[in-house]
Structure formats: C-alpha cells, structure tokens
C-alpha cells in the first residue's frame, strides 16, 4: 500500500509569482484534502475534493485554488504569491468525502516566498 | 463553528514520567476528536481518535485519551514518556456534518522530554 506523497519537497518563490504543489493520495482513496500549516501554528484547512469535485473550503481567497485528476491526485495551485503565503503545505487523503473517515497525511511541501 | 484549545503550547518531562497534554474543544455537533502527532521534518501521524464509542480511547505508542462532554475536553495521556515521544502533538475535531470532514486543528503542544 502506497502512502500520501507530496512534490516537491522545498520550493522558493518570489512574491507575485504563481505556484504549483501536488499530491498523490493513498490507495484506495478518493478524497484530497488540503492545509496550510504556518511555523509554529497548527494546520488550517484550505479545501478539499471529493471525485474531483470541490467539497468544502476553509477561510481561503480565491487565489487559492486546486483540481482533483480521475486517478483522485490532486495539485493545489496559489496565484499572486504574497510573504505570508510561506509554509508547510500538507495534504491528506481518505476514503470518502464525509463522516469520520480518517485523514493520512503526506510529508509536506515547504513554501518560502522571498 | 468548532474550534480546539491546547492549554500548553510546551511541556517538559523527564523520561519515564508521565504526560498529560490537554485540549478542550467546541462544537455544534456531535464531533469526532484526534490526536495527531508531528515529529521535526515528517507529516502528521494519527494517535487516536474518538467517534462516539468508548470514551477512553486507546492509540498507538501507549498514548490514551478520555472524551469528557461535560467538560468538553480530549486529554492525552501516556503513563511513562520516552525520548521518542518529544514531538509536536495537536488536538483535532472533525465537522463531519458539514459537506466534506474538514479538521479543525488545536495550536500545538510542543514536548520535550528530558533524559
């Protein structure tokens, strides 16, 4: 069984520019989720999709944005980059889109916007 | 709204003592609660989690947690700390009433454990 995986592992962006992260989901699931965890803060969520379908998103702008493929692998992309966008961007699959499934998290991609 | 307060952002314990990390939660529904831990430079690994059974918990690594709703609090315990223990632990509640089962994270507890 394949777990969560994230790429790439480190990225360095400059301010205004434009970012791509991906995802692929364990096994079996057919749900991406997507967090923001800035240093020393908890994880808050961005969205999530479900059957490549957006099925829930947290206190994000829309220059937050993201897609699910058929094969349930996911891309979070953020436009117009800003400092504060820096952070660890984890994402975690499950089995289905609701109730209290559990959510396995990938190792993370860590963003810094100079 | 659901929201999660860890009541320690630090702890500090010696080896083979115990740890005690609190968390108290709010929420609308009837929640699912998690304990997820996060050691330097790796993702999140779930503990434990409470969905509406038992109200002790137990988890991996020797971990437990009690789900009190008077008190609306998820406390983790371990009755004998080890070096490997010293992570980042958070608290965790589930909206899984809502479309999607978005997870709202505490702060974090941050643990070190002294030899």
């Known amino acids: 069984e394949t777990g969560v995986t994230q790429s790439p592992t480190h990225l360095i962006k400059t301010r205004g520019q434009q970012v791509t992260l991906r995802c692929s989901s364990q096994?079996?699931?057919?749900?991406v989720s997507w967090y923001q965890q800035a240093l020393g803060q908890g994880p808050q969520f961005i969205f999530q999709?479900?059957?490549?379908?957006?099925?829930g998103r947290g206190n994000f702008p829309p220059r937050f944005s993201g897609l699910q493929f058929p094969n349930y692998s996911s891309e979070l992309n953020v436009n117009a980059l800003e400092l504060d966008d820096s952070a660890l961007y984890l994402c975690?699959?499950?089995?289905?889109?609701?109730?209290?499934?559990?959510?396995?998290f990938g190792p993370g991609t860590r963003l810094t916007v100079t | 709204a659901q929201s999660v307060t860890q009541l320690d952002s630090h702890v500090s314990v010696s080896e083979g003592t115990p740890v005690l990390l609190r968390c108290n939660y709010s929420?609308?529904?009837?929640?699912?609660l998690f304990w997820y831990v996060q050691h330097p430079n790796k993702g999140l690994q779930l503990l434990l989690k409470?969905?509406?059974?038992?109200?002790l918990v137990k988890g991996i690594n020797g971990f437990e947690a009690e789900f009190k709703k008077s008190e609306t609090s998820f406390h983790l315990t371990k009755p004998s700390a080890h070096m490997s223990d010293a992570a980042e632990y958070f608290c965790?509640?589930?909206?899984?009433?809502?479309?999607?089962?978005?997870?709202?994270f505490g702060g974090g507890t941050r643990v070190l454990v002294k030899p």
């Open positions: 975690a699959s499950s089995s289905k889109g609701w109730g209290n499934y559990e959510q396995y």
């Open positions: 096994s079996g699931h057919n749900t």
């Open positions: 999709y479900y059957r490549e379908e957006e099925n």
């Open positions: 929420s609308s529904y009837s929640p699912s």
């Open positions: 409470y969905t509406s059974a038992a109200t």
């Open positions: 965790v509640v589930s909206d899984h009433e809502a479309a999607g089962n978005k997870l709202t």
